[in-house]
T-cell receptor
Framework: DSGVTQTPKHLITATGQRVTLRCSPR?????VYWYQQSLDQGLQFLIQ???????AKGNILERFSAQQFPDLHSELNLSSLELGDSALYFC??????????????FGPGTRLTVL | AQKVTQAQTEISVVEKEDVTLDCVYE???????LFWYKQPPSGELVFLIR??????QNEISGRYSWNFQKSTSSFNFTITASQVVDSAVYFC?????????????FGQGTELSVKP
C-alpha cells in the first residue's frame, strides 16, 4: 500500500459525459501528479500540482482539468468524454515538487471505461 | 527531448532463470534521475529504485540488481533466480529537469512472464 488513495476504482460512463476522479496523497506529500495509461499511448504525464498550484503540464487535453485543494487532495475532471478517453488514470504523490527526494508513489488507479 | 526506450516488449522465462530488462534513455540534462517501477497484474505501480545521474554505483537489493552506465545511457535491471511472483510489467522512467517540475517520462514497459 503506497498510501495514495484514489476513488473510484472503476468508472463506466457514456460518451459526452463528465466525470471527476479523486486523489488523496500520502501524508506529508505536497505534490500530486496525474498520469494516463492507455494501450496505444502507454503511461503519459498529464499534470502536476504542488501545494495547491499548477507546477507542470503534459499532454493534457483541453477537455480535462485538475485542481489541488487546501487539504492537498486533488481532483481530475474529464468532460465531453470520448471512447478514446478510456484508460487507467493514476495519481501519484511526492514530498517535493522537484529535487532530490522525489520518488513518486502511485495510487491504485481509476479505470475509466467510456461506452 | 527526453526519451526512454525499453526495446523488449515481452520476455518469458522459466522459474529460477536470471533475466535482464533493458532500458536506454535520452536526455540533454546533466542532472537527471532514473527509476524502475513494477506493475503486477493487479494494476498498481510499485516503486522499485531511483538512481541519480551523478551516482553510477550499481545496486543490489536481494534478487534485484541495477546496472547504470552513463557512457551507454543505459539503466538495466536484472532479476536473479526469477520467481512466478516476478511476473509483471516493468517500467523504466526518467525524471524531467528541475525547471519543469517532477514529471516522469516512462518507457513502453517490458512484460515479464515467469513460468513455473
Amino acid at each position: 500500500d503506497s498510501g495514495v488513495t484514489q476513488t473510484p476504482k472503476h468508472l463506466i460512463t457514456a460518451t459526452g459525459q463528465r466525470v471527476t476522479l479523486r486523489c488523496s496523497p500520502r501524508s506529508g506529500d505536497l505534490s500530486v501528479y496525474w498520469y494516463q495509461q492507455s494501450l496505444d499511448q502507454g503511461l503519459q504525464f498529464l499534470i502536476q500540482y504542488y501545494n495547491g498550484e499548477e507546477r507542470a503540464k503534459g499532454n493534457i487535453l483541453e477537455r480535462f482539468s485538475a485542481q489541488q485543494f487546501p487539504d492537498l487532495h486533488s481532483e481530475l475532471n474529464l468532460s465531453s468524454l470520448e471512447l478514446g478517453d478510456s484508460a487507467l488514470y493514476f495519481c501519484a504523490s511526492s514530498v517535493a515538487g522537484q529535487g532530490y527526494n522525489n520518488e513518486q508513489f502511485f495510487g491504485p488507479g481509476t479505470r475509466l471505461t467510456v461506452l | 527531448a527526453q526519451k526512454v526506450t525499453q526495446a523488449q516488449t515481452e520476455i518469458s522465462v522459466v522459474e529460477k532463470e536470471d533475466v535482464t530488462l533493458d532500458c536506454v534513455y535520452e536526455t540533454r540534462d546533466t542532472t537527471y534521475y532514473l527509476f524502475w517501477y513494477k506493475q503486477p497484474p493487479s494494476g498498481e505501480l510499485v516503486f522499485l529504485i531511483r538512481r541519480n545521474s551523478f551516482d553510477e554505483q550499481n545496486e543490489i537489493s536481494g534478487r534485484y540488481s541495477w546496472n547504470f552506465q552513463k557512457s551507454t545511457s543505459s539503466f538495466n535491471f536484472t532479476i536473479t533466480a526469477s520467481q512466478v511472483v516476478d511476473s509483471a510489467v516493468y517500467f523504466c522512467a526518467l525524471r524531467d529537469t528541475y525547471n519543469q517540475g517532477g514529471k516522469l517520462i516512462f518507457g513502453q514497459g517490458t512484460e515479464l512472464s515467469v513460468k513455473p
